[in-house]
């Protein structure tokens, strides 16, 4: 692997000002939650200056491959981020286009599936789901590989197989991965800034909208709704409206006693919603394993829950557990997710914009 090439701290700093505050750089100046740098360095093994460069690489490696994805159409097969090379790494089905991508400063990788193919194998599966054996606990996109990615119970390989026979996808665009691990829905649970449902149920506010806040679906759908106090027992409103399964968002409607604030708990200022590559930092606010971070393995994710299948997530190695439900994911200062589940190894979070959309909501920034 090439060793990273690293800015100096303060021009580290001053790159990552100018690019996530978008105003001149100044010295000493701080875009990001104190707490953030500092996680990074000690879930992903970095410096504060490595923090920092990242950051900046990411951020300019998101706005490239989405360039990229527009300009290529249907024989673009997705973005990930190098972080050997600092560089967005975009997959072409045509041999053709390397020089392409090479010219717009990304790295070229020739694949045989576009990413329409392979979201196209995800929508089959899905449409197949409610056949899917218990032992199969869901199925994504891995933009590394070029395939799907099917994760089955150990030793269950062989139902894996009957499910894909059954749903009719191409087996060269699928890769089954065994797993000891099962995905569970983070409910009854404190995440960010926790809020109670009916004065008992936790969860936990995701993002400021207009209005109120985004959080997970399925801590309204699981619960039953009813009235919301906030961490401080003083009456905060009533969810408005949430979708679970199938989704997992769901937009809380405040009263006055509360004004929705565009930062997180821990004073993280949301810029925006700019989605993140595969391959980039995310770091997770939660009140139960606190400020994490981890990358993006991961998107366009099916997790087949006991209470339900979700389709449409992304898979991180932030950690996270119960009370940690509805929090906040976030890279850099772009808000990604609101946290759904997840098992002892991986996080799983329900794209903000597709909730903003969904919602009819939009972010309030900081």
Not at 228 to 245: C, D, I, K
Not at 292 to 298: E, K, M, N, P, Y
Request: with cysteine; hydrophobic share 40%.
């Amino acid at each position: 692997m090439k060793p990273i090439r690293f800015l100096g701290a303060a021009t580290a700093a001053a790159a990552v000002t100018a690019i996530f505050a978008g105003v001149p750089a100044t010295a000493g100046a701080a875009p990001l939650n104190p707490d953030m740098v500092p996680a990074m360095q000690r879930d992903l093994g970095l410096t504060h200056s490595q923090a920092l460069t990242r950051l900046a690489k990411e951020d300019a490696a998101s706005k490239v491959g989405a360039a990229l994805e527009k300009t290529l159409g249907d024989r673009y097969s997705g973005t990930s981020f190098d972080a050997a090379t600092g560089r967005a790494v975009v997959g072409v089905t045509d041999a053709a286009l390397v020089g392409q991508v090479r010219a717009a400063g990304a790295e070229a990788r020739v694949v045989r599936f576009s990413a329409g193919q392979l979201d196209a194998t995800v929508q089959t599966l899905n449409a197949h789901e409610k056949s899917a054996p218990k032992p199969v606990t869901g199925w994504g996109i891995d933009t590394a590989s070029n395939q799907v990615t099917l994760t089955v119970l150990n030793g269950q390989r062989g139902a894996a197989g009957a499910f894909l026979r059954e749903s009719g996808v191409d087996s060269a665009a699928v890769k089954v991965v065994e797993t000891s691990a099962v995905p569970k829905a983070h409910y009854n649970v404190l995440g960010g800034d926790a809020y109670y449902i009916g004065g008992s149920s936790r969860c936990s506010v995701g993002f400021s909208v207009n209005g109120g806040f985004l959080t997970a679906g399925h801590c309204a759908a699981l619960t039953g709704g009813g009235a919301l106090t906030g961490a401080n027992r003083v009456a905060m409103g009533q969810f408005s409206t949430y979708r679970f399964p199938g989704a997992d968002y769901a937009y809380a409607r405040v009263n006055s006693n509360w004004t929705p604030v565009g930062q997180i708990n821990n004073g993280t200022r949301v810029a925006g919603s700019t989605e993140a590559a595969v391959g980039a930092s995310v770091c997770k606010s939660g009140s139960t394993t606190g400020w994490t971070c981890g990358t993006i393995r991961a998107k366009n994710q099916t997790v087949r829950y006991q209470e339900g299948t979700v389709t449409g997530m992304v898979l991180t190695n932030a950690r996270s557990d119960h009370g940690d439900s509805g929090g906040s994911f976030i890279s850099g200062n772009q808000a990604q997710g609101v946290v759904s589940g997840g098992d002892t190894v991986n996080s799983y979070y329900y794209p903000v914009n597709t909730a903003l959309s969904a919602t009819g909501t939009t972010l309030v920034r900081g």
